[in-house]
T-cell receptor, first 113, second 112 residues
Framework: EAQVTQNPRYLITVTGKKLTVTCSQN?????MSWYRQDPGLGLRQIYY???????DKGDVPEGYKVSRKEKRNFPLILESPSPNQTSLYFC????????????FGSGTRLTVV | DQQVKQNSPSLSVQEGRISILNCDYT??????FLWYKKYPAEGPTFLIS?????DKNEDGRFTVFLNKSAKHLSLHIVPSQPGDSAVYFC???????????FGAGTILRVKS
């Protein structure tokens, strides 16, 4: 089944403790992206990647890092999480360089206390 | 400043009637528009899209209308079913863009 898989689904952590949210897709898509969803703001792009070793900032990149060492994986790294990064995170992929519809993962709900 | 706005946080409709969800945008460079549906504890799933060269696109019970001069689009669901109850996101994209710009979403409740 074609899908985007995120882990973990739920995570509670403390301020300053580094964490990684993994994202993997099995559709051989070049384009991958991370979004965060917050009430009243919809989904906002954090980072995106057009292909292996090609990443760029989205609209809200502060406090996040990403890497793209393999085509299928696009982890999101929070080096020093803060409470304002408490949010619902979605990974997405696409076969047309970011044009058209995206396939989203099921989400990771992160709480930073 | 939000470039894509969904001004109705929620909408309640009786089963069998029409649901109309609205979306406004401010950036005239957008030329591709999408609607996503999201159930609790799941990711958004693509529903229907429209290119700026069209003013209407249909897919079964779902129709999207685009009014470029008003920078407005709407999603019509006819007839509405209880399984349509979800959050609906409007999204927009530029021709050479590398992201989707989302609205805040509208919660649709279809009552049986």
């Amino acid at each position: 089944e074609a899908q985007v898989t995120q882990n973990p689904r739920y995570l509670i952590t403390v301020t300053g403790k580094k964490l990684t949210v993994t994202c993997s897709q099995n559709m051989n898509h070049e384009y991958m992206s991370w979004y965060r969803q917050d009430p009243g703001l919809g989904l906002r792009q954090i980072y995106y990647s057009m292909n292996v070793e090609v990443t760029d900032k989205g609209d809200v990149p502060e406090g996040y890092k990403v890497s793209r060492k393999e085509k299928r994986n696009f982890p999101l790294i929070l080096e020093s999480p803060s409470p304002n990064q408490t949010s619902l995170y979605f990974c997405a992929s696409n076969s047309r360089g970011g044009l058209g519809s995206y396939t989203f993962g099921s989400g990771t709900r992160l709480t930073v206390v | 400043d939000q470039q894509v706005k969904q001004n109705s946080p929620s909408l309640s409709v009786q089963e069998g009637r029409i649901s109309i969800l609205n979306c406004d945008y401010t950036n005239s460079m957008f030329d591709y528009f999408l609607w996503y549906k999201k159930y609790p504890a799941e990711g958004p799933t693509f529903l229907i899209s429209i290119s700026s060269i069209k003013d209407k696109n249909e897919d079964g019970r779902f129709t999207v209308f685009l009014n470029k001069s008003a920078k407005h689009l709407s999603l019509h669901i006819v007839p509405s079913q209880p399984g349509d109850s979800a959050v609906y996101f409007c999204a927009a994209q530029m021709e050479y863009g590398n992201k989707l710009v989302f609205g805040a979403g509208t919660i649709l409740r279809v009552k049986s």
